[in-house]
């Protein structure tokens, strides 16, 4: 389970993006988060993934604190992140990105991790051997969401996935994200189609100048005045 509470955070001593949040993701749950652009969505996953300088409060995820940790012990704990970028290695290749992935992993694990994600992007494995500066957005958003997939994370953190992606292609990847749901793996998802996130999500949170200002399940919030008008241009 992700905890978060009285979380403060920012860039600078005294300039706090995010004051007094909290949040809970239970395991295996698909957790939205929604705002405006400059709200602080970015900065919460920021936050937990260890890349805010300035935070206060406390984040744990399955009773272990991650405040004050480096990202690669954050990572070893089990959390991985998408960013908004993508983070691929575009003079790498497919497969070395995959591979990347799952580094430390014994060969045979290593192998059958990569088929298992080849088989949800069936993509990635028409290009395997190709860089991945060559593929298009949206196959290097498959590859990001596949190589953080490849340790098998506790917590999958996504930034704006449908970020300048087509939307067949988002469509794909949201179908992929809606199937998660009730795995292991406890998703927390940042994202601009409100809409769309929320179809799918099991909960969310709404955050606006840096604070939690709603909360409630998906369906909920879909029929909220509040975020009617506010994220999806109903009035």
Not at 24 to 30: D, E, H, I, K, V
Not at 93 to 113: D, F, H, I, M, T
């Amino acid at each position: 389970m992700l905890e978060i509470s009285d979380l403060s955070a920012g860039y600078g001593a005294g300039r706090h993006v995010l004051r007094d949040v909290g949040l809970r993701a239970n395991p295996g749950s698909l957790v939205s988060v929604l705002g405006a652009n400059g709200a602080g969505k970015s900065t919460l996953l920021g936050a937990i993934f260890g890349f805010v300088p300035h935070c206060t409060g406390r984040i744990r995820l399955d009773g272990i604190d991650l405040l004050g940790r480096s990202s690669h012990e954050i990572a070893r704990a089990g959390v991985r992140m998408v960013p908004e970028d993508r983070g691929t290695l575009v003079s790498m290749s497919v497969r070395e990105n995959l591979q990347l992935g799952g580094l430390g992993l014994p060969k045979g694990e290593l192998a059958a991790r990569m088929e298992q994600q080849l088989e949800r992007f069936p993509r990635l494995r028409e290009r395997l051997d190709q860089r991945a500066g060559m593929l298009s957005g949206g196959e290097q958003q498959m590859l990001a969401i596949a190589r953080a997939l490849m340790a098998d994370p506790k917590l999958l953190l996504l930034d704006e996935p449908s970020q300048g992606l087509a939307p067949v292609i988002v469509e794909q990847i949201f179908e992929l994200l809606h199937q998660f749901r009730g795995m292991d793996m406890t998703i927390l998802l940042v994202e601009q189609d409100v809409g769309l996130s929320l179809e799918i999500s099991d909960y969310a949170y709404v955050i606006e100048k840096g604070r939690v200002t709603r909360e409630g399940t998906g369906d909920a919030l879909l029929k909220d005045p509040h975020v009617q008008e506010a994220f999806l241009g109903v009035s």
